[in-house]
């Protein structure tokens, strides 16, 4: 059985540090555990990783196009590799959860996420596993748009590894020791 782990985010420099691409960090560490280097993959305009991470057969997968575009892409990363939706697991930020917590699940709606809305749309389900990376909500009168495309704050840079590994520790739970434990010992 193969994992299809994708990160979301926004491609290139200008997003790099931003809360919107918590999902390409996550699975940037996940990359380094398995002692992996990303690759173009021609087939589904995503980067990706294959390899095995705690001992389960892995593809580390995110779209080279912006987040809203996002599901094409990963759907036919999918496809390639024959990982059907309930096995795809998708790091994303969270704004409903307060920076620094973290939530996994399996289905649900999009909450306005543009990348969930997307991948739902293409997949045709959200049946997917979620790990939800915990971003807040923005302060004062500052729009979701731009808090979410703003780089972290440097109270928040202080705790951001911390927070990004422990993302990767709950992949690697979910596929190891399924959902209902990881839940137990992550969703707190």
Do not use: C
Not at 19 to 41: C, F
Not at 44 to 63: P, Y
Not at 69 to 96: C, N, R, T, W, Y
Not at 157 to 180: F, Q, Y
């Amino acid at each position: 059985m193969t994992w299809l782990i994708a990160g979301l985010g926004n491609p290139g420099p200008a997003y790099a540090t931003t809360r919107h691409n918590v999902g390409y960090l996550v699975t940037d560490v996940l990359a380094a555990r398995m002692g992996g280097k990303w690759t173009s993959h021609r087939k589904s305009r995503t980067d990706v990783v294959e390899g095995r991470l705690a001992g389960e057969r892995v593809v580390l997968g995110r779209s080279r196009s912006y987040m809203n575009e996002s599901g094409g892409p990963l759907k036919a990363l999918g496809g390639f590799f024959d990982v059907p939706a309930e096995q795809f697991v998708v790091i994303h930020d969270e704004l409903d959860i307060d920076f620094g917590r973290l939530r996994v699940k399996l289905g649900g709606g999009d909450n306005g996420h543009n990348g969930l809305k997307s991948l739902r749309g293409s997949l045709g389900t959200g049946d997917f596993h979620r790990v939800r990376v915990g971003i807040g909500r923005p302060p004062g009168q500052q729009t979701v748009h731009d808090f979410v495309l703003k780089p972290w704050s440097s109270v928040e840079r202080k705790e951001l590894d911390i927070n990004v590994e422990e993302a990767a520790d709950a992949v690697e739970s979910l596929i190891t020791r399924g959902l209902v434990e990881t839940q137990s010992a992550f969703n707190r």
